[in-house]
T-cell receptor
Framework: DAKTTQPNSMESNEEEPVHLPCNHS???????IHWYRQLPSQGPEYVIH???SNVNNRMASLAIAEDRKSSTLILHRATLRDAAVYYC????????????FGSGTQLTVLP | GAGVSQSPSNKVTEKGKDVELRCDPI?????LYWYRQSLGQGLEFLIY????????KSGLPSDRFSAERTGGSVSTLTIQRTQQEDSAVYLC?????????????FGPGTRLTVL
């Protein structure tokens, strides 16, 4: 799977929107963009995924650039419970089926 | 419904002993994955099962590690002759299938400490 680049850390104030960026300049046409998060002392949790179009679910929104070389995870109103490491992961149709986790973005939410 | 469960939640063992870690995936999920996360490190893939196909063992760090999945459901990860560097949280995940648009559901993990 292609590589992703994320900032090591970000801060946000509670109740404000958070935009978490991810660069994936070598993405292939069949790669899905997945976001997972890992809260302290817990296993990773699926957040959202998309292929080409922007996606919304109850947890977040995913904005995908037109050329698909970058994407942004949007938390509309950050809460203290959103403090976690957020991982942007590409999953393609190749032989590898596992998730390949990078170092992710540590999100700190300030009260 | 029930999520992925793992047992034990914590395991402390002495160097050189064998350990078995268990994973119960979500019912109906044909794909099952094992990962591990060492302290302060990222998640590392270990092994992947998909239905009755031969497992993808490409992530196993040594031949001391093995895993099986019985009846397409429960999986056991076995570590023989444990070493201190095996200390980590071992995470199991399952998904409906291995296709790239299926989400993976993770269990709470087993924290293994090798003394």
């Amino acid at each position: 799977d292609a590589k992703t680049t994320q900032p090591n850390s970000m801060e946000s104030n509670e109740e404000e929107p958070v935009h978490l960026p991810c660069n994936h300049s070598t993405i292939s046409g069949t790669d899905y963009i997945h976001w997972y998060r890992q809260l302290p002392s817990q296993g990773p949790e699926y957040v959202i995924h998309g292929l080409t179009s922007n996606v919304n679910n109850r947890m977040a929104s995913l904005a995908i650039a037109e050329d698909r070389k970058s994407s942004t995870l949007i938390l509309h109103r950050a809460t203290l419970r959103d403090a976690a490491v957020y991982y942007c992961i590409l999953r393609g149709t190749g032989s590898a089926r596992q998730l390949t986790f990078g170092s992710g973005t540590q999100l700190t939410v300030l009260p | 419904g029930a999520g992925v469960s793992q047992s034990p939640s914590n395991k402390v063992t002495e160097k050189g002993k064998d350990v078995e870690l268990r994973c119960d995936p979500i019912s109906g999920h044909t794909a099952l994955y094992w990962y591990r996360q060492s302290l302060g490190q990222g998640l590392e893939f270990l092994i992947y099962f998909q239905g009755n196909s031969a497992p993808d063992k490409s992530g196993l760090p040594s031949d001391r590690f093995s895993a099986e999945r019985t009846g397409g459901s429960v999986s056991t990860l076995t570590i023989q002759r444990t070493q201190q560097e095996d200390s980590a949280v071992y995470l199991c995940a399952s998904s409906l299938s291995g296709v790239p648009y299926n989400e993976q559901f993770f269990g709470p993990g087993t924290r293994l400490t090798v003394l």
